[in-house]
Nanobody, 127 residues
Framework: VQLQASGGGLVQPGGSLRLSCAAS????????IGWFRQAPEKGREGVSS????????FYANSVKGRFTVSREDAKDTVYLQMNSLKPEDTAVYYC?????????????????????WGQGTLVTVSS
């Protein structure tokens, strides 16, 4: 049972990256998946979450209009498309499995509501 995040790298400000989160060992279709990030010396921040159906999506205010989350159940994979990247987006990005299928506005960004975490992928935005 695991989540594997990938797709990080070094990108210039204004650039784009697409992160992937591949699931294995559990019934992926029944779970919401979240993306979090952690910058040096900062706490873990919720970035986005997508419900099991894909019909309920949340974003942090800091990424709204720039990031897009999606899922491809046939591949047991969730994506995070990141556009117009800024230096403050630099962090290790993690995907995680939500304790349930449909997060709500009050809990989607709480790390304690997620029970399985990927290993993280580093995104560095710098010129």
């Amino acid at each position: 049972v695991q989540l594997q995040a990938s797709g990080g790298g070094l990108v210039q400000p204004g650039g784009s990256l697409r992160l992937s989160c591949a699931a294995s060992g559990f019934s992926f279709r029944g779970y919401a998946i979240g993306w979090f990030r952690q910058a040096p010396e900062k706490g873990r921040e919720g970035v986005s979450s997508i419900s099991s159906s894909g019909g309920r999506i949340f974003y942090a205010n800091s990424v709204k209009g720039r990031f897009t989350v999606s899922r491809e159940d046939a591949k047991d994979t969730v994506y995070l498309q990141m556009n117009s990247l800024k230096p403050e987006d630099t962090a290790v990005y993690y995907c995680a499995r939500f304790l349930g299928s449909h997060p709500i506005a009050g809990t989607w960004a709480a790390p304690a509501r997620y029970d399985l975490w990927g290993q993280g992928t580093l995104v560095t935005v710098s010129s």
